[in-house]
C-alpha cells in the first residue's frame, strides 16, 4: 500500500506541472502573437501597400529640382496668374497676393513686367518666390497662360531675357514635380501598383538627373528629352495617392543612384541600356523576355502578311526578283525584275541577333522558288544575225558588236567593210518558265525589309521581330515603342492589372539588380512674407512716371503695325468688346502706343490687339506705321 500511495502522489505532481507548462505555454503564445501583430502593422506586412517596406537611406538631400521648361519655347512674353503669396528674388516690397494677373515681356536684353497697369523695368532677370499662405489655403503655385495644360507649377520661377526670349526654369520640390509626370509619362487610368512603380522610376531618375547637372543651370528639362512635365491636376488623384505612397523612395545600384530607365513598350523583351546606347553601367538592368508586355493588348505592334506567292509588282517581290535579276540573266532570261515572278516562298527565318537571346535581328533570308521569262529574238533578229556570219576582208579580231554580245556563248567573226552598226534587233519574252533551283536572299531587316513591309515604329533601329507561318503565307511583326530598356509601362500595366502585382514585385521584375531606400526629404519651409525684411524694392529700380508698352509679338497673315494718335498726351483711348461705343471697355491705350491691326470693320472700327488685351477701337485715333 505504500508503494502505491507514492506513486499517486507522484502522478498528482506530474499532472501539476502539465498544467503549468500548458498555462505558460499558452501565456507565451499569445505575447507572441502579439509582437507578431503589432510588427506586422508597423512594417506593413498586412497592408495593401507593401512598398513602403524599405530601408530608410543614409542620403540627405533639400529634395529641389530645377526644371527648364523648354516647351514654351522661348516666348517674347508670358502672361501668368499667382494663385499664392509671392515676391520678386524675396524683397517684401515687391509682392503680389493670390489671384494677381501680371505679364513679363522681352524688351531688348531686359525684361518687363506689368501687373495692375504699371509696368517695371527688372533688368535681365528676376525670380518670383513662393511664401507661405496665410488665407488658410494651402495651395502656392503659378499658372502660366503659355503652358500647354491648365496646371498649377508649384514652385518658385526664374525668368530670364535669353536672347530676346524668356527662359524660364521652375525649382520645384521633387514630390510636387512627380504629380505633373507620372499623369503624363504613364496615365491616371493605370493600376496603382503601376502607378506607384512609375513614381519611383521618375523620382529615381530625377534625383540622378540632379546629381549629374554640375554646372548646369537647371537639373531636367519638361520634354522627353528628359521626363515630361506639364504641372499639377488635381484631377489626377490616383496619381498623386501613388507619388504619396513612395515618398521618398529611390532606386539605388553599387553605391550610386540607380537609373531607372523605363518605356513605353519593350515589345516582349527587355533591353540592356548597353543593347542600346553603348557604353557601361546598367548592370543591373537585364535582357530578359517580358511576356506581361507581350500580351497586353494595348502594347504596340505592327504587322505585315506575306503570300507564300507575293503578288506581282508588290514591294517585298520585286526586292527579291531584283536580287536574282543577275543569275537569272545568266540562264538566258530576262534580267527586270518585273519579269521574275516569285512563285512560292518556302521560309522566311530571322538571323544575326546584335547578342546572343536577342529579338533585335539584323537579317531576314527568304527562300523561294521563281519564274523566269526568256528571251526569243524575232526573224528580224535572226537576218541580222546572218549578215554578221558573212565571210569577212579582213583578218583582224574584234569584238563582238551590240546585242551579240550579250547572247550566251555567242562567237561572231568580223562584220563586213561597212562601218554601220546594225540596228539592235527585237525580241520578245517567252511565257513564265519555273526556274529549277531554290534561291536564297538575304535582306536587311532594318531599313530594308521593315521599310518594305512598313514595319517601322521608332525613328532608330530598335524594333524586335517575330514570323509566324500560317496556311496562307507569314506574318512578320515587330514591336518595341521606345527604347525598350528597364521598365515597361505596358508591362507595368499587365502586372499590376490582370495579375496584381504590387509596386516592389514590378520594380524587382524590371530592375533585378537594384535595391530601393526611402530618402527623408530636408526641404526648407516656405517663409512668411510678412517675416521678409521691408525693403520696399531697394534692389529694383522704381516704377516709370508712364507705363512701358509690352512689346508687340511678330506679325501673322495680313496683320499691320499702328500707333494711337491722340490730341494730348494725357488722353487714352477706349478698346471695346464689340465695335460700338455703348459695348464695354476692355482697357485702354495711351497716345503713341502700338498696336496690331487685325482687320478693318464696319463704321470705321478696327480690331486691334496687343500682348495685354483685344478688341475694337475708332480708325480716327490710330495710323499705320
Not at 8 to 29: E, N, P
Not at 515 to 539: M, N, Y
Amino acid at each position: 500500500m505504500p508503494t502505491t500511495s507514492k506513486k499517486k502522489k507522484k502522478s498528482r505532481k506530474a499532472k501539476k506541472r502539465m498544467r503549468m507548462i500548458r498555462r505558460y505555454t499558452a501565456v507565451l503564445s499569445c505575447i507572441l502573437l502579439v509582437v507578431i501583430l503589432l510588427t506586422g502593422m508597423t512594417t506593413g506586412w498586412f497592408s495593401n501597400n507593401d512598398v513602403m517596406d524599405v530601408e530608410s537611406s543614409s542620403v540627405k538631400d533639400d529634395g529641389l529640382l530645377r526644371v527648364y521648361l523648354k516647351s514654351l519655347n522661348r516666348p517674347i512674353a508670358l502672361g501668368m496668374t499667382l494663385d499664392g503669396v509671392f515676391s520678386v528674388d524675396g524683397d517684401a516690397g515687391f509682392r503680389f497676393q493670390r489671384g494677381s494677373e501680371i505679364t513679363v515681356a522681352c524688351d531688348n536684353g531686359d525684361l518687363l513686367l506689368t501687373c495692375g497697369g504699371m509696368t517695371i523695368d527688372m533688368g535681365s532677370s528676376f525670380t518670383l518666390k513662393r511664401h507661405l499662405p496665410s488665407d488658410g489655403n494651402d495651395t502656392c503655385g503659378i499658372f502660366i497662360h503659355e503652358s500647354e495644360k491648365d496646371a498649377l507649377f508649384a514652385g518658385d520661377l526664374k525668368l530670364t531675357n535669353e536672347n530676346g526670349g524668356i527662359d524660364a526654369i521652375l525649382t520645384i520640390q521633387i514630390e510636387d514635380y512627380l504629380l505633373g509626370v507620372v499623369a503624363y509619362e504613364m496615365s491616371n487610368s493605370f493600376p496603382l501598383e503601376a502607378l506607384k512603380a512609375q513614381a519611383v522610376a521618375a523620382r529615381t531618375y530625377a534625383i540622378n538627373a540632379k546629381a549629374s547637372a554640375k554646372n548646369r543651370a537647371y537639373d531636367v528639362v519638361d520634354t522627353t528629352q528628359d521626363q515630361v512635365y506639364k504641372g499639377y491636376d488635381p484631377a489626377f488623384t490616383k496619381v498623386e495617392e501613388a507619388v504619396k505612397a513612395t515618398e521618398g523612395i529611390v532606386g539605388f545600384a553599387n553605391g550610386r543612384y540607380a537609373n531607372c530607365y523605363y518605356t513605353a513598350s519593350n515589345g516582349g523583351q527587355v533591353a540592356t541600356p548597353k543593347q542600346i546606347w553603348g557604353g557601361s553601367g546598367g548592370e543591373y538592368i537585364v535582357m530578359k523576355d517580358d511576356p506581361y508586355d507581350l500580351e497586353n493588348p494595348e502594347s504596340v505592334v505592327k504587322r505585315a502578311f506575306i503570300p507564300y506567292a507575293p503578288g506581282e509588282g508588290s514591294e517585298i517581290a520585286l526586292a527579291l526578283s531584283g536580287a536574282i535579276s543577275e543569275e537569272v540573266a545568266s540562264l538566258g532570261m530576262s534580267d527586270d525584275g518585273k519579269d521574275i515572278r516569285i512563285d512560292r516562298i518556302h521560309s522566311i527565318k530571322l538571323a544575326d541577333p546584335d547578342r546572343e537571346g536577342s529579338r533585335m535581328y539584323g537579317s531576314m533570308i527568304f527562300e523561294f522558288e521563281a519564274s523566269g521569262r526568256e528571251i526569243i529574238f524575232t526573224e528580224e533578229a535572226t537576218a541580222a544575225e546572218a549578215t554578221l556570219s558573212e565571210p569577212a576582208n579582213s583578218t583582224a579580231d574584234r569584238a563582238p558588236v551590240g546585242w551579240a554580245a550579250e547572247l550566251p556563248d555567242a562567237s561572231y567573226p568580223l562584220a563586213t567593210t561597212s562601218e554601220a552598226t546594225p540596228e539592235e534587233p527585237s525580241y520578245t519574252l517567252s511565257e513564265y518558265k519555273k526556274i529549277d533551283k531554290t534561291f536564297t536572299v538575304t535582306l536587311k531587316t532594318y531599313g530594308q525589309a521593315e521599310n518594305l513591309l512598313s514595319l517601322s515604329i521608332n525613328s532608330t533601329n530598335i524594333e524586335i521581330f517575330d514570323i509566324e507561318e500560317t496556311e496562307t503565307g507569314f506574318t512578320v511583326s515587330s514591336r518595341r515603342f521606345g527604347h525598350g530598356s528597364g521598365m515597361s509601362q505596358r508591362g507595368a500595366q499587365q502586372m499590376a492589372g490582370k495579375y496584381e502585382k504590387k509596386c516592389m514585385e514590378i520594380l524587382e521584375f524590371y530592375y533585378p539588380g537594384a535595391d530601393f531606400e526611402k530618402i527623408s526629404w530636408q526641404t526648407p519651409a516656405l517663409t512668411a512674407i510678412e517675416a521678409l525684411p521691408d525693403s520696399v524694392g531697394a534692389a529694383r529700380a522704381k516704377p516709370t512716371p508712364r507705363p512701358t508698352q509690352i512689346p508687340l509679338p511678330p506679325l501673322t497673315g495680313n496683320e499691320y503695325y499702328a500707333v494711337v494718335t491722340l490730341e494730348t498726351a494725357s488722353s487714352s483711348l477706349n478698346v471695346r468688346k464689340d465695335p460700338n461705343t455703348s459695348a464695354p471697355v476692355m482697357g485702354t491705350l495711351s497716345n503713341k502706343d502700338r498696336v496690331i491691326v487685325i482687320e478693318p470693320t464696319a463704321d470705321g472700327w478696327f480690331k486691334i490687339k496687343t500682348v495685354e488685351l483685344s478688341g475694337f477701337v475708332k480708325g480716327d485715333y490710330i495710323v499705320k506705321e
